[in-house]
């Protein structure tokens, strides 16, 4: 399994950003996806979840600023960020758990700052 972020940057506060994780090694239409961040000195928190049938869930303090979604024809689960605040800088990593084992990617680092 290998889960590879991109997209991340730095951006003012109130702009968007559209995080992207290609996946590989396993069959990705059948397993639900997520993406977690975790800011310096914070733990790792899931913000965004996304099952095989297309269902989410969002962490409150993302929600209605954030979407995640998926193309199972490319393999890649998306985190649109929009309205972002200063507190959610942080590194952004996708998640799936894969035959009862979890797999991270390495993160991509989004900073919101003016």
């Known amino acids: 399994v290998q889960l590879v972020e991109s997209g991340g940057g730095l951006v003012q506060p109130g702009g968007s950003l559209r995080l992207s994780c290609a996946a590989s090694g396993f069959t990705f239409s059948r397993y639900p996806m997520s993406w977690g961040r975790q800011a310096p000195g914070k733990q790792r928190e899931l913000v965004a979840t996304?099952?095989?049938?297309?269902?989410?869930n969002y962490a409150d303090s993302v929600k209605g600023r954030f979407t995640i979604f998926r193309d199972n024809a490319k393999n890649t689960v998306y985190l649109q960020m929009n309205s972002l605040k200063p507190e959610d800088t942080a590194s952004y990593f996708c998640?799936?758990?894969?035959?009862?084992?979890?797999?991270w990617g390495k993160g991509t680092l989004v900073t919101v700052s003016s």
């Open positions: 996304i099952t095989n049938g297309g269902s989410t």
């Open positions: 998640n799936t758990m894969v035959i009862n084992r979890y797999y």
